[in-house]
């Protein structure tokens, strides 16, 4: 099915994009750009992201603008506001606490802890002090946080009491390079507090609220941020500080970031999107940030996209789709009039998801791509361009995408023909880009052929040059010599009314190679039954055509999916086919 375009007409907020001319932008575009706009002088002789993020702010009225508005899951607290100076003094008790524990540059202090102000004070903390900042994601069981913090040569971990007795203290010690185990809100307490194990609110109590931010030069490492692999330990993607600058200019473009908005990203900073547009970027823009320390719940998203006030809005399919469940009603219920702009990240975004953006909100979803090497948003909608639902949009000014093939003889070759399916490859170079798997230099090396970044993705890009995603390139579906796209085949699938969630996995067939196979998951009020299989399956034939259509469908109503939404196609696979599971890590439920 096609859908409508939406035109950047009918997304005139009346405020002017800071990206008004796609075409003009790109072309003229040079990352000294981002450096003017954080007020680097071009004879900076270091640059660190904290300092991007706040120290700059004190010389201005900035200063006494709420950075931060937390708003806490116990239903009796009263939003809690704390100034862009208030932050910065926090996070300089938080760094002269590192060094007063002797913590050096480039040592890696973890953070294992939930959406709370004490998280923020720790990332620019940590920042300022020269350290390298790991985000954990608090759902994380004790498996994968040892996996991390050993990969990462943790010296320290920023958590909470309730998270340490659960996860950490029965292995911790065991960890050779940990130095100390910092307790956020643990008063002094013999039975818990030891050498290793402090307690940080005595600490931070006596240490001065000012902090000269070391200088760290732009290759220096600034963050570690972990992902999965096919198979194998995650992998530790390594950023420096000079990604401060994409982070900043991308958020300007494909957020539309303005000083006055009132933003609220989503996304846990456990994960990489939390920290570069849940923290980074937004705090380098000045802009007031809504911080909810709740897990989703629908009522209360609306309820806080009305009262806050939101303007920008940074979410993600999966909350897209489950808000969708709910229906217009609820939306309706809210007066949701202060938004101005919607995004969305992560995993495909259904065209369906779009419209109901522009139905139910009043404005579309903008879809973007990147993954966590990228270290910030590649791909993008933009407020003044067209959508082009399903498409992921276009590149970013300053990166240079295209679409290519891996020859037999370990080189490449870019696919210039419009529409043709190839792994969506990145120009080596931008300022966000991984610097390198930890400890592991020669899968580093294998990412990158002839300059070009490998992202393992599919991709096509369309002739008016729109980015859109095909799958992982090892989900894609081969199928009597067809390329099939899971996210093409699953899109269909959802717009039967009875789906909720559909993962769509290649099984082996002996005359076609592969068939596709999709696995379902029916809304309320549906019951599994061979008719419904059946009427389902006609959708998708009838959408779709006889060769790209699942050939058989099977009801399951708890799809495998990682923490983050996107439904493991590869374990479905191993799953159904009685393979080894690999690195499961990241699926939710795991290890908790
Ligand atoms: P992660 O490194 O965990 O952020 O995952 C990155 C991967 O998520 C990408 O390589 C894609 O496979 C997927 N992804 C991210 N954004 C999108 C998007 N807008 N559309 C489709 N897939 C996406």
């Known amino acids: 099915m096609t859908y409508p375009i939406v035109s950047k007409a009918l997304k005139n907020s009346g405020i002017q994009p800071n ?16 450096a003017d706009g954080i007020s680097l002088p071009a004879e900076a002789d270091s640059i660190n992201i904290a300092a991007i993020a706040l120290d700059r702010h004190q ?3 900035k200063k006494d603008q709420v950075a931060l508005r937390f708003l806490s899951k116990d239903p009796t607290a009263l939003p809690e506001d704390i100034t862009y100076l208030g932050l910065w003094q926090r996070a300089n008790q938080f760094a002269n606490v590192m060094t007063s524990l002797g913590l050096q540059k480039g040592d890696r202090v973890f953070c294992l802890c939930g959406r709370t102000p004490d998280l923020y004070m720790a990332i620019m903390g940590t920042l300022k002090a020269g350290c390298v900042f790991s985000p954990l994601f608090s759902a994380f069981g004790p498996e994968p946080i040892r996996a991390r913090m050993e990969i990462g040569n943790a010296t320290a971990i920023v958590t909470t009491t309730r998270l340490y007795k659960k996860k950490l203290a029965d292995w911790i010690t065991e960890l050779p390079s940990l130095r100390y185990v910092l307790l956020l809100d643990s008063p002094e307490d013999p039975e818990l507090t030891t050498d290793q194990v402090l307690s940080l609110q005595p600490l931070l109590a006596d240490s001065s609220a000012k902090f000269n931010t070391v200088k760290t030069q732009p290759e220096d490492m600034a963050l570690l941020h972990f992902t999965s692999g096919t198979t194998g330990k995650p992998k530790g993607a390594i950023h420096v500080h000079q990604a401060v600058l994409a982070h900043y200019m991308t958020a300007a473009f494909a957020l539309d970031l303005h000083p006055q908005d009132i933003y609220w990203c989503t996304a846990d900073p456990g994960w990489v999107t939390g920290t570069s547009y849940g923290i980074i970027a937004p705090l380098c823009h000045g802009v007031t940030l809504v911080i909810d320390e709740a897990d989703f719940d629908a009522e209360r998203w609306y309820r806080i996209l009305q009262d806050q006030a939101v303007t920008v809005w940074y979410t993600a399919p999966t909350a897209i789709r489950m808000l969708m469940k709910y229906g217009r009603e609820l939306a309706d219920q809210h007066d949701l009039s202060s938004l101005r702009f919607l995004a ?3 995993e495909p975004l259904n065209p369906e998801a779009v419209i109901w953006g522009m139905e139910t909100l009043g404005l579309p979803f903008h879809d973007n791509w990147w993954q966590t090497e990228t270290g910030g948003i590649m791909i993008a909608n933009y407020a003044s361009m067209d959508i082009k639902p399903g498409s992921m949009g276009r590149p970013v000014p300053g990166i240079e995408a295209a679409i290519a093939e891996r020859t037999e003889n370990g080189g490449m070759r870019l696919i210039n023909d419009p529409d043709e399916t190839g792994e969506l490859v990145l120009k080596a170079g931008w300022p966000s880009m991984f610097r390198g798997y930890l400890h592991e ?5 294998k990412a990158f052929i002839d300059g070009w970044y490998f992202t393992g993705d599919l991709a096509r890009k369309d002739d008016g040059g729109y980015f859109w995603f095909i799958g992982r390139a090892d989900d894609v579906i081969k199928s009597s010599g067809h390329l099939i796209g899971p996210f093409e085949v699953e899109s269909v699938l959802m717009e039967h009314p009875g789906v909720a969630e559909a993962g769509v996995i290649g099984i082996p067939d002996e005359v076609g190679g592969e068939v596709v196979k999709a696995f379902v998951g029916l809304k309320p009020g549906y019951t599994a039954s061979d008719a419904l299989a059946k009427d389902i399956l006609g959708l998708a034939r ?6 790209v259509a699942p050939k058989s469908l099977a009801f399951s109503d708890n799809l495998p999916k990682t923490r983050s939404g996107k439904i493991m196609r590869r374990l479905l696979k ?11 890590s990241t699926l939710e439920g795991s290890g908790q």
């Open 19 to 34: 990206l008004n001319d796609y075409d003009t932008v790109f072309k003229n575009f040079r990352w000294q750009q981002a």
């Open 59 to 61: 010389q201005s009225a």
């Open 344 to 346: 969305s990240v992560g």
């Open 441 to 445: 230099d020669e899968r580093y090396r």
């Open 542 to 547: 009838k959408r779709l055509g006889s060769a």
């Open 574 to 584: 191993a799953r159904e086919l009685g393979l080894p599971e690999g690195d499961t």
